[in-house]
């Protein structure tokens, strides 16, 4: 792990961030492959508590092509800026440009007017 200290305090440390290894590898986000080939992707990923679920939020840092995405083991994937197919070896197929949100069972949009 890193760790950082507030205002320099070494009295109070705070972690920062994780570092990976070989018996802590990196994170699969939604099965996208293994470094070097996605050294362009970063986020969060979560785990479910007592369960095999998750939450992600990537990001996508590839050049000209920056665009992020959320997705959780149990629903579909929100792409805003750049839709793509899923990753493979580092490599996604663009859908297009605008948006995908997509869903296998029910969903609604829905928008008011702020005054």
């Not at 009295?11 to 996605?38: C, E, K, M, Q, W």
């Not at 992707?41 to 990537?58: F, V």
């Not at 665009?67 to 579909?76: E, K």
């Amino acid at each position: 792990m890193l760790v950082d200290f507030i205002e320099g305090d070494i009295d109070r440390p705070v972690i920062t961030g994780v570092l990976y290894n070989g018996s802590h590898p990196t994170p699969d986000f939604s099965g996208a492959g293994s470094l070097p080939a996605n050294k362009t992707l970063s986020g969060i990923k979560s785990k479910e508590h007592q369960g095999g679920g998750y939450n992600e939020l990537l990001f996508d840092d590839t050049p000209a092509k920056c665009a992020p995405s959320s997705a959780a083991s149990r629903a579909r994937p929100a792409q805003p800026g750049l839709p793509r197919h899923p990753r493979s070896n580092g490599k996604a197929q663009p859908r297009g440009d605008g948006f995908e949100l997509r869903t296998d069972h029910h969903g609604a949009i829905r928008a008011g007017m702020v005054y």
